[in-house]
């Protein structure tokens, strides 16, 4: 059975930073991009970082960029988010995803797996 595990989230006060980590088990991903998204009350689940399968290319939501860093370890078969400068619109629940492709995936729906979610709250 594929699990993807996200730990990390919390709350912290503007300006800080948290690193969010995402085991996979059941398979290896490391052949496979993975993601992160993050989904704020009221509204739709948006795209935040992807990864490809080497760790060569990511990308990143223009409203992440230069604060956010996504990286991966394939031997531990996990995948981190680093979150620094933090803004209370950063609040969220953060997703975790694994895609069956290799190349950096932007949308949701390219992504097979999910993790159950871990709550990023920044206080203002």
């Known amino acids: 059975q594929v699990q993807l595990v996200e730990s990390g989230g919390g709350l912290v006060q503007a300006g800080g930073s948290l690193r969010l980590s995402c085991a996979a088990s059941?398979?290896?991903?490391?052949?496979?991009?993975m993601g992160w998204f993050r989904q704020a009350p009221g509204k739709e689940r948006e795209f935040v970082a992807a990864i490809s399968e080497s760790g060569g290319s990511t990308y990143y939501a223009d409203s992440v960029k230069g604060r956010f860093t996504i990286s991966r370890d394939n031997a531990k078969n996990t995948v981190y988010l680093q979150m620094n400068s933090l803004k209370p619109e950063d609040t969220a629940v953060y997703y975790c995803a694994a895609s069956l492709v290799a190349r950096v995936m932007l949308i949701s729906s390219a992504y097979n797996y999910w993790g159950q979610g871990t709550q990023v709250t920044v206080s203002s």
């Open positions: 059941g398979r290896t991903f490391s052949n496979n991009a």
